[in-house]
């Protein structure tokens, strides 16, 4: 069997658009797939966090995988998010979604239950003897067990179904230790970023790409940042990663998650209907507000109109430029101090 081509990229961690009765809206759902993968994304990725997998049924996730497999028809490569709560429905994940044609699974560290390193790593080695697809490990320890460096080291060395790691800390160190950890025996191992904020310094200290929530929103400006980064053309690229903090702040820290995704989406001409979530009176209004302001910096990019009555003339972005300055300096700093650069 021919080798699987490595995982590099941005996977966009789609949203489910939902219909006026709350399910999924597949007509919805298949135009935005063809709408992400004419705008530059290498790879898909449903059933992430930004997907909001733990609020569908295990019917309604196979179906979203199958929905997005068969509407991607081979252009781009699928992650299919496989997480469930225990090891043998997630083994059934990977088998069905192996049958069904994605290019890999990705799969979180267990959650509700808060566990050992010894346990994390024995989650995943049962998984990692019986699937039959490739496997993505998911770190983020906001929301599940966390992966050290320890254990994502072991399974790499051991398993060979383990092929990449998407980590959601935003934690730069904890990369720099893993790719150092895993790359010496395991050369083509991917590793991929779920932070937006930090994608850039990331790349640049080894990582793969990135499962990031603003390319479901701004496909153009995430695959601009990967293009530049990777050419070296550091100039560009900073500039367009502070663009991309300034949304994605905007999108994560103004509303309930991944709520402010949901209405910047809306905004680029989708009806991704209502959420799962049951949202009081005050975040109904909270969300209206935050679309003018959305509104507002898509209309600087381009990518809409302004809103009616116009946007506030921005006086400063709100994002602090001097610590991403300081962070891509540190890093190109040690990436020459280890004749890389």
């Known amino acids: 069997m021919a080798a699987q081509s490595r995982l590099t990229g941005i996977f966009t961690p789609n949203l489910v658009p939902l219909d006026s009765q709350g399910e999924i809206n597949e007509p919805e759902l298949r135009k935005y797939v063809d709408w992400l993968i004419d705008r530059g994304v290498h790879g ?7 997907g909001e997998f733990t609020r569908f049924t295990v019917e309604e996730r196979r179906r979203i995988i199958e929905i997005v497999v068969d509407q991607s028809r081979g252009r781009v490569p699928v992650l299919a998010g496989a997480a469930e709560a225990n090891t043998r429905e997630t083994i059934r994940a990977c088998e069905y979604y192996h049958e069904l044609g994605a290019r890999a699974v990705a799969i979180v ?19 990692g003897r019986n699937t039959p697809i490739d496997v993505t490990l998911y770190n983020i320890p906001l929301f599940a067990s966390p992966i050290d460096v320890p254990t994502v080291q072991k399974l790499a060395d051991n398993f060979e179904k383990i092929v990449a790691i998407k980590d959601s800390s935003g934690d730069i160190p904890h990369m720099i230790r893993m790719i150092k950890a895993v790359r010496p025996n395991r050369p083509e191992f991917s590793f991929l970023t779920g932070w937006d904020a930090a994608l850039m310094p990331l790349l640049l200290i080894g990582a793969d790409g990135g499962t990031n929530a603003t390319s479901g929103v701004v496909p153009e400006i995430t695959r601009r940042l990967f293009d530049l980064t990777t050419a070296g053309k550091l100039d560009e690229a900073r500039k367009v990663q502070y663009d991309l903090v300034t ?48 509104q507002c910096l898509l209309a600087e990019q381009g990518f809409t109109d302004q809103p009616v009555g116009g946007c506030p003339i921005s006086k400063s972005a709100p994002v602090d430029r001097t610590e991403i300055e300081s962070i891509v300096q540190n890093v190109l700093a040690e990436l020459k101090h280890r004749g890389l650069a």
């Open 247 to 294: 949304l994605f702040d905007t999108m994560i820290y103004s509303a309930e998650f991944p709520e402010g995704f949901r209405a910047a989406v809306n905004l680029r001409g989708f009806n991704m209907g209502t959420g799962r979530q049951p949202l009081s009176p005050e975040q109904k209004t909270d969300i209206a507000a935050l679309s003018k302001t959305l």
């Open 109 to 127: 560290a267990p959650f509700y239950y808060k566990l050992s390193p010894a346990s994390v790593y024995a989650y995943f080695a049962e998984i």
């Open 44 to 50: 898909l990725y449903p059933n992430g966090s930004t």
